[in-house]
T-cell receptor, first 110, second 115 residues
Framework: GQSLEQPSEVTAVEGAIVQINCTYQ??????LSWYQQHDGGAPTFLSY????GLEETGRFSSFLSRSDSYGYLLLQELQMKDSASYFC???????????FGAGTTVTVRA | KAGVTQTPRYLIKTRGQQVTLSCSPI?????VSWYQQTPGQGLQFLFE???????NKGNFPGRFSGRQFSNSRSEMNVSTLELGDSALYLC??????????????FGPGTRLTVL
């Protein structure tokens, strides 16, 4: 099975950079995904790392290191609208289930 | 293209009752997955249906069941409701291929409260 850990909360000011780490224990997975969920809203897909390394999408970047069982989501030039919960997720090779971490609540302050 | 829709959006039930939730996926999507979300627990996978067949199942008791129809619409049923079943139930649709990049598109969820 898969077990993913991420910090529960992060607070930062507008314009700052935030890194949300995701460490995992898994028997094998396809890749690491990140989803964003605003309060009262539906989760939406942010990014995917199938291979080790950095993927950049605008102000957001995501990184994966399979050898370290670790990934992160980097939020740059934080804006108030980035206040949300962020979930990492992996899909296992064997069971093909998508397993999510418990989520990190990011609060952006003025 | 219309997004994933879920009905009802809010539901209040009492212990012992049963409930049926509905999910209409994005047109062309053949996979529907269901998740339970509670504060601090993230999203817990319930099950996935693909082409009317349950393809995957999470670690929930048999009181939780589902089905998928030929038009890919899906329903989830919870029988003998317990207080702990109070949660946001999310469904997500995807193309459903055995593909590492099969992105999930989530609906707004059904907020179930069990009294």
């Amino acid at each position: 099975g898969q077990s993913l850990e991420q910090p529960s909360e992060v607070t930062a000011v507008e314009g700052a950079i935030v890194q949300i780490n995701c460490t995992y224990q898994t028997s094998g997975f396809y890749g690491l995904s990140w989803y964003q969920q605003h309060d009262g809203g539906a989760p939406t897909f942010l990014s995917y790392n199938g291979l080790d390394g950095l993927e950049e999408t605008g102000r957001f970047s995501s990184f994966l290191s399979r050898s370290d069982s670790y990934g992160y989501l980097l939020l740059q030039e934080l804006q108030m609208k980035d206040s949300a919960s962020y979930f990492c997720a992996v899909r296992g090779f064997n069971d093909y289930k998508l397993s999510f971490g418990a989520g990190t609540t990011v609060t952006v302050r003025a | 293209k219309a997004g994933v829709t879920q009905t009802p959006r809010y539901l209040i039930k009492t212990r012992g009752q049963q409930v049926t939730l509905s999910c209409s996926p994005i047109s062309g999507h053949r996979s529907v997955s269901w998740y339970q979300q509670t504060p601090g627990q993230g999203l817990q996978f319930l099950f996935e249906y693909f082409s009317e067949t349950q393809r995957n199942k999470g670690n929930f008791p048999g009181r939780f069941s589902g089905r998928q129809f030929s038009n890919s619409r899906s329903e989830m049923n919870v029988s003998t409701l317990e207080l702990g079943d109070s949660a946001l139930y999310l469904c997500a649709s995807s193309l459903g291929g055995i593909d590492s990049t099969d992105t999930q598109y989530f609906g707004p969820g059904t907020r179930l409260t069990v009294l």
